[in-house]
């Protein structure tokens, strides 16, 4: 009989001690177990883009190819699952206004590109929008809904307020403005979602913006700054 290999201390295990063993295998089933579980949540999410906003858990599991029983071994109940589903929604609300907002450095254009990210996730994914505000009254699911206007808001703010720098302008509004700008959007983008889209994106956009940015622009001309501050940013036309 082969006898068992030793470690360099002789111990007869090539493994390690057992605690090295045990901690190892914890580990791996920890990772095994987290990767289950996003591909539970990425079902999940195909289940709502299948069947709506008011899907249920038999759909997640038929289309998981899973029992009830193996969805509940990852997630305590269903609003543990739709909280996890709600997150990835909100990310990628995020993961798409942030860069639209940043690659900005007109002002109107500015506010024109913050709607139209946000409108375009809505009208790329409108069931998985529509889940978001179908949930919205679970707490968990609705400190989600806060937390990314909120990363949005201060983001748009940051924006703002160094454009508003630039131009030899008081940042004070920056963040209300910010705030105001998301909420508002976010408010039509609901009517705009649970109506069908009647209107096009394009066109939606330019309503918005136009609004929006008169808003704006009224408050900073209204400024107790000199006149040749307040128009820096114009072209001067002979």
């Known amino acids: 009989m082969q006898s068992p290999v030793t470690d360099v201390n002789g111990s007869g295990s090539a493994s390690g001690p057992p605690a090295t063993r045990a901690n190892g295998r914890r580990d791996r089933w920890a990772d095994h177990r987290e990767q289950r579980r996003q591909e539970l949540i990425g079902a999940a999410v195909q289940a709502v883009l299948r069947h709506g906003p008011e899907v249920d858990m ?16 990852y997630f305590a109940d269903k609003s543990q699952l739709w909280l996890a589903v709600s997150e990835v929604v909100a990310a990628r609300v995020v993961d798409t206004v942030a860069p639209a907002v940043e690659q900005v450095r007109e002002e109107r254009g500015l506010v024109e590109a913050t709607i139209d990210a946000y409108l375009g996730v809505i009208e790329s994914e409108p069931e998985l929008y529509r889940f978001l505000m ?6 968990g699911i609705h400190q989600v809904v806060a937390g990314t206007s909120r990363q949005v808001a201060a983001g748009l703010a940051r924006v703002i307020g160094d454009r508003l720098r630039a131009l030899g302008l008081d940042a004070g509004p920056a963040e209300p403005w910010a705030y105001g700008l998301v909420g508002f959007v976010q408010a039509v983008g609901d009517w705009w979602t649970t109506n069908g889209q009647p209107i096009r994106r394009a066109a939606l956009t330019d309503y918005l913006t136009t609004l929006l940015w008169s808003g704006i622009e009224g408050v900073r001309r209204s400024a107790d700054l000199p006149r040749e501050l307040t128009r820096a940013h114009e072209r001067i036309v002979p």
């Open 58 to 73: 038999d759909q997640v599991a038929a289309t998981a190819g899973v029992s009830k029983p193996v969805l509940y071994r």
């Open 134 to 139: 179908h949930q919205s009254s679970h707490p």
